[in-house]
């Protein structure tokens, strides 16, 4: 089946610009996620969204960063006034539920790739 | 904070070797145990997942646990090139919260 759909796959923008990072994930899949990897760096949690409750915005690293998810599907990851340190792989996975109980893996997209000018 | 730690590496093995991947956890009531290889410039994919002490195999790959010490290992058998990545250990913590992944460890095997 489909699996965890990212779009754009690439993304080049300028200082200051506003930036939306789109993520369909696997159908029936209740949990969503967003992660960041800066080159040669490991996965940083970003945003993570379960069912309809409100999402863990813990790793945020600004109020410049946002996230939704409509109809508990798709999610868009916005960044605002974009900063030449947001330039990074933005990596969406999603899981069929989540948890510890839950034993499911998430699965990731291919990832967008952001680079700020 | 609940941690994930790993070797950075790069872990060196030549063709045909065995590859010891070690990750430890911090929060010991950690229920669900999983490793991503992840290529570079890709994004990781589940290779492995593991949830009672002991072993599981697949393959080429042996996933171990031992809650009790709160390590979990994957060993490699037969390496090959093609299994020269970034090798991810992620574990679920206690509480309502997604996985933590660990740094990774960089293996490159060596023809």
């Known amino acids: 089946g489909a699996g965890v759909s990212q779009s754009p796959s690439n993304k080049v923008t300028e200082k200051g610009k506003d930036v939306e990072l789109r993520c369909d994930p696997i159908?029936?899949?209740?949990?969503l996620y967003w992660y960041r990897q800066s080159l040669g760096q490991g996965l940083e949690f970003l945003i993570y969204f379960q069912g309809n409750s409100a999402p863990d915005k813990s790793g945020l690293p600004s109020d410049r960063f946002s996230a939704e998810r409509t109809g508990g599907s798709v999610s868009t990851l916005t960044i605002q006034r974009t900063q030449q340190e947001d330039s990074a792989v933005y990596l969406c996975a999603s899981s069929l539920a989540a948890g510890p109980y839950s034993n499911q893996p998430q699965h990731f997209g291919d990832g967008t790739r952001l680079s700020i000018l | 904070q609940k941690e994930v730690e790993q070797n950075s590496g790069p872990l060196s093995v030549p063709e045909g070797a065995i590859a010891s991947l070690n990750c430890t956890y911090s929060?010991?009531?950690?229920?669900?145990f999983f490793w991503y290889r992840q290529y570079s410039g890709k994004s990781p994919e589940l290779i492995m997942s593991i949830y009672s002490n002991g072993d599981k195999e697949d393959g080429r790959f042996t996933a171990q646990l031992n809650k009790a010490s709160q390590y979990v290992s994957l060993l490699i058998r037969d390496s090959q090139p093609s299994d020269s990545a970034t090798y991810l250990c992620?574990?679920?913590?206690?509480?309502?919260?997604?996985?933590?992944f660990g740094k990774g460890t960089r293996l490159s095997v060596i023809a």
């Open positions: 992620a574990v679920y913590n206690s509480g309502n919260t997604p996985l933590v």
């Open positions: 929060d010991r009531v950690s229920q669900s």
């Open positions: 159908s029936g899949h209740t949990a």
